[in-house]
């Protein structure tokens, strides 16, 4: 089928899709005359379009009609269509996320058409109904956009931060920049609670380790998000802040008490509800105190329809987390995982590994009575209300002129720098040692780890760092020595310290057998001052040492690196204060640095 052009798309959009719904403009709640004509719209559906209102896909490809040769191959492996566009026909698709590694997400202005061609196939459809476009940009160490987009402190860098006004600040931008790409759901905030320090997935995507300072800052980043017209999304329900097993390669278990579940998990979900939350994502874990069965979260009734719709008194979006992770998939087929999500209350089913395994089980599923039309029904009319309330019917494209005049200004790239400043936490000052002087500290050996960046698109650290320092007037050496250094390279990097005034050392997440605890000794060792800066766990520096100062940073992205620097050089005064405790490494019973703990310049 022939797609219009964009004269066409908005004549569709002016015309059919307002008059169907009466151009609903952004709200808290559908008033009666909405709920009507949405109503009405849902009447109009066939079944394979209600049931393909409630998926949410990845796609391969930068365009929706003309993908690389290699990403209209994926599209035909995985989908058996070549292009995002055909995807959203044969499958009647609500939802498309986005993925830097599926080549969504290259430039502003790509993204830009890529949406709109998306919204074009959708609105060209029998029952044209926009497509709810997302993306997990959490910013920090989550980040499907990069520059030249304005990149943000993650979660655990505004729990350092501790202020509800940058928080909705940083949302509010990152909102307004999505809205303008024409991304319209983002998978944000994260609002676990980290309690575990080992903790492989959550962790620094945390806003932190207190139920409160967590639900004030959710409600903040929920306040930010929506009012810029995208839809956030509370994750991960009941909460993944206390687990030891990553749930994209296995099946984590909770095992807090109700009680301890209602005071500790259970807080930033319900402000998020009480902020009015478009959607919350469910987690890939058990928790038996919640559901004896041992079912995943997911697929959990007792958890999802019981503790959430029931108990907590939520009626919006319940979206799953990505169906191809191993925590859903470890006890039920894919074709099972989505019947039965859905039979636990869930209303959007999210990138499930075999999409067309999953939306023909889904009709079968209704064809065989095991799930009621009516059931469908009821999650097409919640994604729909949300689709109305964040002015998708009223305008679901964008323009090259929203993108040239929102992303990546140089007035939200300022204000970034602003708010990263005040979230670096200084941690160990010996003797006053900081701030740093070009005059009394010009030569600046800077080592460390360089992991990739989370957008793809920003470092690598210790190149960042140096460039940093060289423009606040130092003579920095940038060395990198990597997660693991070798002992030659650590060899390499005592040779490179003599002679130089101070030493900087960006580390990453040290374990007790880490090869990053001998390069910061050997460094020690030589009397030339170590600097370390955490680039990601604050808990580094209960395994380092003797650095004379230690910095967290939370994050490695440059806006978090930039401010590190400007912390180091003075130019900034540290504000950041712990958002999580710091224990002993020998004696994790010993809190080392508790929360709200950081160091001040006198």
């Known amino acids: 089928m022939p797609h219009p052009t964009r004269r066409a798309l908005l004549a569709v959009t002016a015309v059919a899709v307002a008059a169907a719904t009466g151009a609903v403009a952004p709200a808290h709640a559908t008033d009666a005359r909405t ?21 949410v896909s990845r796609v391969y490809g930068h365009s929706a009609t003309a993908p690389d040769p290699a990403d209209a191959d994926a599209n035909l492996r995985e989908f058996g269509v070549r292009t995002a ?49 997302s993306t997990d940009q959490e910013h920090g160490i989550v980040c499907r956009v990069g520059e030249p987009a304005t990149l943000l402190p993650g979660a655990m860098a505004l729990g350092a931060g501790g202020s509800p006004a940058d928080t909705r600040k940083a949302a509010r931008i990152a909102g307004a920049e999505l809205a303008a790409l024409g991304i319209r759901q983002n998978y944000a905030p994260v609002a676990d609670v980290n309690v575990d320090p080992a903790n492989p997935v959550i962790g620094v995507r945390s806003l932190g380790s207190d139920p409160d300072a967590v639900s004030r800052l959710v409600t903040a980043q ?25 749930s994209h390669y296995g099946l984590p278990v909770i095992t807090h008490t109700r009680e301890q579940w209602s005071e500790l998990d259970a807080p930033p979900f319900r402000a998020a509800i009480a902020a009015g939350i478009d959607a919350i994502m469910t987690a890939h874990l058990v928790v038996p105190a919640l ?48 019947v039965l999500a859905l039979r636990a209350g869930v209303d959007q089913l999210l990138n499930p590994p075999k999409l067309d395994v999953a939306w023909n089980a889904v009709l079968t599923a209704v064809r065989d009575g095991e799930l009621t039309e009516e059931r469908i029904e009821e999650s097409v009319l919640r994604i729909l209300r949300l689709k109305a309330r964040r002015g998708l019917f009223a305008e679901p494209c964008t323009t090259r002129e929203a993108v040239a005049a929102t992303v990546g200004t140089a007035r939200h790239l300022a204000e970034a720098d602003r708010i990263a400043e005040r979230t670096t936490t200084l941690l160990v000052n010996e003797d006053g040692f900081l701030p740093l002087s070009p005059a009394a500290h010009g030569k600046v050996l800077v080592v460390g780890a360089d992991p990739a960046s989370p957008s793809g698109t920003t470092g690598p650290p210790t190149a960042t760092l140096g460039a940093a320092l060289r423009e606040l007037g ?20 005592v040779a490179a310290a003599a002679g130089q005034d101070v030493v900087v050392v960006g580390t990453y997440n040290v374990s007790a057998t880490s090869p990053q605890r001998t390069l910061v000794a050997r460094l020690v060792a030589t009397g030339v001052p170590v600097v370390t800066v955490a680039l990601r766990n604050p808990y580094d520096v209960a395994r380092l040492p003797g650095p004379r100062a230690a910095l967290a940073a939370y994050s490695w992205t440059d806006v978090e690196l930039r401010a590190a620097v400007r912390v180091l050089a003075g130019r900034a005064a540290p504000r950041g204060r712990l958002p999580v405790p710091v224990r002993s490494a020998e004696d994790p019973a010993v809190t080392l640095y508790p929360v709200g703990y950081g160091l001040s310049y006198a």
């Open 35 to 55: 709920e009507e004509r949405l109503r009405r719209i849902v009447g109009r559906m066939s079944l394979e379009e209600k049931v393909g209102q409630l998926f």
């Open 85 to 133: 566009a055909e995807l959203v026909e044969r499958y009647r698709l609500g939802g498309v996320i986005y993925f830097a590694w599926a080549h969504n997400t290259r430039s502003p202005h790509q993204i830009a058409e890529l949406s709109n061609g998306i919204q074009a196939a959708a609105l060209a459809a029998r029952t044209p109904v926009p497509v709810l476009i």
């Open 222 to 246: 929920i306040r930010g998000y929506q009012g810029a017209g995208v839809a956030a999304t509370a994750k991960h329900f009941p909460g993944h802040g206390d687990t030891a097993v990553d």
């Open 291 to 338: 559901d004896p069965s041992e079912d995943p979260a997911t697929l959990s009734r007792p958890i999802l329809t019981g503790v959430l719709r029931e108990q907590l008194g939520y009626d919006g979006v319940v979206v799953t987390d990505a169906l191809d992770m191993q925590g859903v998939r470890t006890k039920y087929g894919d074709d099972r995982v989505p």
């Open 474 to 493: 130092f003579a920095p050496t940038v060395l990198s020595t990597g997660i693991s250094p070798t002992a030659a390279r650590i060899d390499e990097a």
